[in-house]
């Protein structure tokens, strides 16, 4: 079993959002931006997504580099459980790293969010 955790300051995501708005796209895929910006303060939710992507860039040392951000996605299911996507660069790194399961976990207070990203080997 792998474990990756990231934490984040909320206020610190909000600032870069604010002084760099094309950080959104470049950062967030549209189905995200359009998850969160639906909610009254979008900024916890785009922080723990945020946190969930380095989470797993810690995961493993195949994570690291050459993936991309938008080669990750978080996605809330009909359940409200977040479910973690990986797509292009990532999932070519899961196949590589023999990993066949993610679980995710992610929770935010006012000031900040945390996402835990735990993978089995297959």
């Known amino acids: 079993m792998l474990i990756g955790i990231d934490i984040i ?3 610190r995501l909000k600032n870069v959002i604010n002084r760099t708005p094309r950080f959104l796209q470049r950062v967030f895929t549209q189905q995200e931006i359009e998850y969160c910006m639906g ?3 979008p900024y916890p939710s785009l ?6 992507r380095e989470a797993l860039r810690k995961l493993d040392k195949v994570f690291i ?3 991309r951000f938008h080669d990750t996605e978080v996605v809330v299911d009909s359940e409200g459980k977040p479910q973690l996507i990986l ?3 990532a999932k ?4 590589e790293a023999k990993i066949d399961e993610f ?8 000031e900040q969010a945390i996402a835990v990203v735990i993978a089995n080997k297959g």
Not at 92 to 95: E, F, M, T, V
Not at 103 to 110: F, G, K, T, V
């Open 92 to 95: 070519s790194k899961a196949q």
């Open 103 to 110: 679980s995710i976990s992610l929770a935010h207070s006012q």
């Open 65 to 67: 580099k050459g993936i």
């Open 39 to 41: 909610k009254k303060d």
């Open 9 to 11: 300051d909320i206020a």
């Open 87 to 89: 797509h292009e660069g």
């Open 47 to 52: 922080a723990v997504r945020f946190a969930a």
